[in-house]
């Protein structure tokens, strides 16, 4: 068994899921409605449709998130997004206005019932116990300091030692940037290091082709991708489970 000393993680379906999120109507009225509380306060709310607005924010991240993953990994920057849609609607923003607005638009994980696996957080706690390293490498589209606040919501801020998170760090899964910053930010080499999520492509190809240990942690409706290393083989993890707290049984973990 390699000589691990870091354990990198996914979120989205690996640590935390959304079993019951809200409609596409309500996240919509809800970022509208965060719109408009913020153009009031900077009393420029008059002849602004903020529901459009939120929806052409909502769509537009999809879109270019979408041909961003598929194609250059390098991860849009949604504050400058947002100054040009908000242009197109005789809304003129500066950069700081801009990411307030963003931040607006995106009512955070909270709203969107995120829940955290039952046994997610003993796990990251057992393994911290044992000296392993802790990083988060995840792809998403609002990072920095509501990030950061909705982890210690969560009792989870505390467990992480280092952060990789696309839309902070310009790059996406499995581009070998991001996982790269977390493990300087650990002091590790790949090969040290074990990756944690619940996607071929993003997690288990982009952890592969940097020489690190790569566990699927198996969605319930696992979706098909085109998960293949860089010389065309496919991606096949070292280990699969299905829960977090099924990494307490690795050998890669128990022999420490």
């Known amino acids: 068994m390699p000589d691990v000393r870091a354990v990198l993680f996914d979120l989205g379906d690996t640590l935390w899921h959304f079993p019951n999120p809200p409609s596409r109507e309500e996240r919509l009225a809800c970022a509208a409605d965060r719109i408009a509380s913020t153009l009031r306060a900077w009393g420029r709310c008059d002849g602004i449709d903020c529901l459009a607005l939120a929806r052409d924010i909502q769509e537009e991240d999809w879109r270019r998130t979408r041909d ?71 792809n998403r589209s609002l990072g920095g300091s509501p990030f950061r606040e909705e982890l210690r919501q969560h009792g989870m801020l505390e467990l992480f030692d280092a952060f990789a998170i696309s839309c902070d760090d310009g790059w996406l899964k499995p581009a070998p940037q991001l996982f790269l910053k977390a493990l300087d930010a650990l002091g590790v080499r790949p090969e040290e290091a074990v990756m944690v999520g619940d996607s071929l492509r993003a997690d288990v190809a982009g952890a592969k082709a940097l020489g690190m240990v790569a566990v699927w942690k198996r969605p319930p409706e696992p979706v098909e991708e085109d998960a293949r290393l860089p010389d065309g083989r496919p991606a096949v993890p070292d280990f699969v489970v299905d829960h977090p707290g099924e990494l307490q049984r690795l050998p890669l973990f128990i022999e420490r």
């Open 68 to 138: 961003a993953y598929f194609s250059h990994l390098r991860s849009p920057h949604f504050p400058s997004m947002v100054r040009e849609l908000a242009a197109t609607r005789g809304l003129v923003l500066d950069d700081r206005q801009a990411e307030a607005l963003w931040y607006a638009a995106n009512p955070g994980g909270i709203f969107l019932r995120r829940e955290i696996f039952p046994d997610s957080i003993p796990t990251l706690r057992w393994l911290k116990a044992r000296g392993y390293r802790l990083a988060t490498v995840t």
